[in-house]
């Protein structure tokens, strides 16, 4: 355990809140300027024992009911309801919040291109036609000889179904290696439509409906899965389409990217269509004018969490933190507007936002907050909104009142390598594939695949369970492929440069050093997990790694996760056969059936399997011994010990 914050909120140094110093700064700060944020809250906010177990449920009135998660087969709800019930019940609701998230996201994205190519929307267009060809043809669409308006809205009336279809099964499960998909189809898991299935689980688990874990487990599994290969992996491909495929590209990370004399402009948020008119509304030479009339010496547009990855990956636009930093980085008083749109923006920035005199602009009709100004986005008329907030900042840098302090620390490091390009950067663009990966993990250079992903949350030391975790990985040869948050966490700590092959075990040192690459491997934005799945089939359609995902060597992490989407990433991920280990605490009994099923029972069904535990070594270790399993099972163990007796003998014949 160890790092679990549990003190007393007065006892607390910033340092033991934070490995991010930026943060720790600004936490600091915060305590001289009488402000309080997250940490501090966590701190004297003592989580439910029983909420944390989820042994509670509140689904009808006869109730709400307790479980005693001490003994959790002790006693009923009133209904009758067991332990395993609620537990799953609570889960699969968890799974369909996360879902609906990612895929109303996505629905969104899908909205735009409808509009973009029936020619209604001009102030986007589409910019990658390649991936626009190569999407299409991955579902079956005629490509040759066609225009690209044709086969966008063929794309379109297909993709649509990702999210409506009420039977058959999603469009991208063409893309699933076919004895997962055989998996899912034995198990009938194979999700319809978004809608549907979301739609199902939560009538599955209102009162008295499904009273059975096991089949409630499945219905949760259906749903993620349609977040996973429909409305996350719809979302990441259009806005590719729409807004470029990214190729990785150096960019400045940290609080320090914010500029003493330049209006700074925050975006946080989730939607890549707003940001993508900022970057418009900042470079308007009246705007610039504006800002040189106000005294400053130019507009700087940041983001933060994941919009702000899908900018940094596309257009190398610096990103100022993750999901911890979000208040923090307010009590810089640097900030001259922070817009945000939806997902992950706590109430709490409203306030600390007054408190600094930062315009704190809500854009999004889902998503409006007490306190803050609403100025909505309209994608037909996008830059009546980014103007507006462009404004805004301008006059509270004309006017800034509040002493500004900005941390002096920038990390530069690549980001930006979509599954497009890890294709490209291996096998080369006149054979561009995955051989060369398969290669180094049969040979064993690289031991196996990684993905590490999700937030940052507050009950525990900011950004330390990820790095901590990564570092490990990375000396024992697992290449490490990363999105959300997490991403941020390593870019600070220095690991997303190439440089940092060094800090690799010597196989997949010298496969980096080869191919100039950086050990860890930014993917971009949560809903870019799906970038991971994609990379999986890969791995498994190029061959000599098994015939299904859950016979690779590779296994997941979300060492500091605190979202319901992240619950649902976890469950897809499973479900495509994937080792899933989360950190910070898991909301379930130990030592019940329900907990049974999802860390062994999914396994033997031909899935993959949860894991827990708080400590980043210890997951490392859970993680490389489920890579050395699936390295045996393959029959390629030997392959490895060979290849690191190589090295050492090498290095020794270097030495000599
Ligand atoms: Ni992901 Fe993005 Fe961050 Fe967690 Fe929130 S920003 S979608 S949920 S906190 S990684
Ligand atoms: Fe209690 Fe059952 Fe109602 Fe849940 S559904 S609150 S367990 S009576």
């Known amino acids: 355990m160890g790092d679990e914050i549990k003190k007393d909120k007065k006892d607390i140094a910033a340092k033991d809140l ?30 439910c024992p029983i909420g944390a177990d989820s042994a509670c449920c509140k689904h009808c009135f006869m109730g709400p009911c307790r479980l005693n998660s001490k003994d959790p087969y002790g006693k009923v709800g009133v209904c009758g309801a067991t332990i395993d019930t609620i537990m799953a019940r609570n889960f699969g609701r968890m799974v369909a919040a996360g879902t609906a998230a990612h895929t109303d996201h996505g629905m969104g994205m899908l909205d735009l291109f409808r ?93 008295g409906v499904d009273q059975h ?45 914010l500029k003493e004399n330049q209006v700074n402009i925050i975006i946080h948020g989730h939607e890549p269509n707003l940001f993508e008119s900022m970057i418009s509304s900042v470079n308007e030479p009246t705007f610039v004018q504006a800002a040189k009339d106000a005294g400053a010496e130019g507009i700087n547009l940041v983001g933060m969490c994941c919009s702000g990855l899908e900018m940094m990956s596309r257009h190398g636009i610096p990103h100022a933190g993750n999901f911890s930093s979000t208040e923090a980085i307010l009590v810089t008083g640097a900030v001259d507007a922070m817009a945000v749109d939806i997902q992950c923006i706590q109430q709490g920035l409203s306030k600390v936002a007054e408190c600094y005199d930062t315009p704190f602009i809500t854009t999004n009709p889902r998503c409006k907050i007490e306190g803050a100004l609403h ?70 250079r690289i031991r196996g695949v990684a993905g590490v992903v999700g937030c940052t949350n507050p009950r525990v030391k900011q950004d330390y369970v990820h790095v901590e975790l990564v570092k490990e990985l990375i000396r024992n040869d697992v290449l490490v492929l990363q999105t959300g948050c997490s991403q941020i966490a390593l870019a600070k700590a ?70 319901e989407k992240a619950i649902a990433i976890g469950q897809y991920f499973v479900a495509s056969g994937v080792f899933t280990v989360f950190g910070v605490t898991f909301p379930i009994v130990e030592d019940t059936k329900f907990h049974k099923l999802l860390f062994e029972g999914l396994e033997q069904q031909g899935l993959g399997k949860w894991g827990f535990t708080p400590d ?24 490895r010990d060979r290849s690191l007796v190589d090295m050492a003998a090498r290095r020794e014949l270097d030495a000599a």
């Open 494 to 563: 220095g690991l997303t440069t190439p440089e940092a092959a060094v800090l690799a075990g010597p196989g997949l040192r010298e496969v980096c050093e080869t191919v100039g690459m950086p050990p860890v491997l930014g993917l971009g934005a949560c809903i870019d997990n799906s970038r991971i799945l994609i990379a999986a089939s890969a791995m498994v359609k190029e061959g000599g790694l098994g015939e299904s995902i859950a016979d690779l060597p590779v296994a997941g992490a979300a060492p500091e996760f605190m979202s």
């Open 18 to 47: 934070t490995t991010c110093e930026a943060t720790a700064q600004m936490l600091d700060k915060s305590r001289k300027d009488g402000i309080e944020i997250a940490p501090y809250r966590a701190a004297s906010m003592k989580p």
């Open 115 to 207: 509009e973009v190519v029936k020619g209604n929307i001009s102030d986007y267009r589409i910019k990658d036609t390649e991936k626009l060809q190569s999407v299409a043809k991955s579902i079956g669409i005629e490509v040759e000889g066609r225009s690209i308006e044709d086969i966008a809205m063929d794309l379109y009336d297909e993709l649509e179904r990702t999210y409506t279809q009420v039977d058959g099964e999603i469009p991208f499960a063409k893309r699933v290696p076919e004895k997962t998909l055989e998996t899912w189809r034995k198990l009938g898991i194979v999700p319809r439509g978004a809608m549907r299935e979301i739609m199902e689980m939560m009538h599955r688990t209102a009162m």
């Open 616 to 639: 980043p070594l210890e997951m490392a270790r859970m993680m490389i011994a489920h890579i050395d399993k699936k390295r045996a099972a393959l029959g390629i163990d030997k392959a």
């Open 375 to 444: 100025i909505e986005f309209n994608e037909h008329d996008p830059k009546d909104c980014t103007d507006e907030i462009v404004i805004k900042a301008i006059s509270r840098f004309k006017n800034r009142s509040t002493p500004v302090e900005i941390p002096k620390i920038v990390n530069t490091g690549v980001h930006g390598f979509s599954h497009e390009y890890i294709n490209y950067m291996l096998g080369g663009s006149f054979r561009a594939s995955y051989t060369p990966l398969n290669d180094n993990i049969i040979n064993g």
């Open 213 to 257: 874990y096991e089949n409630i487990t499945k219905q949760a599994s259906r749903t993620a899965l349609s977040d996973g290969w429909g409305g996350s992996m719809v979302s990441t491909e259009i806005s590719d389409i729409l807004f470029g495929t990214p190729s990785p590209v150096a960019v400045e990370v940290n609080m320090g990217v």
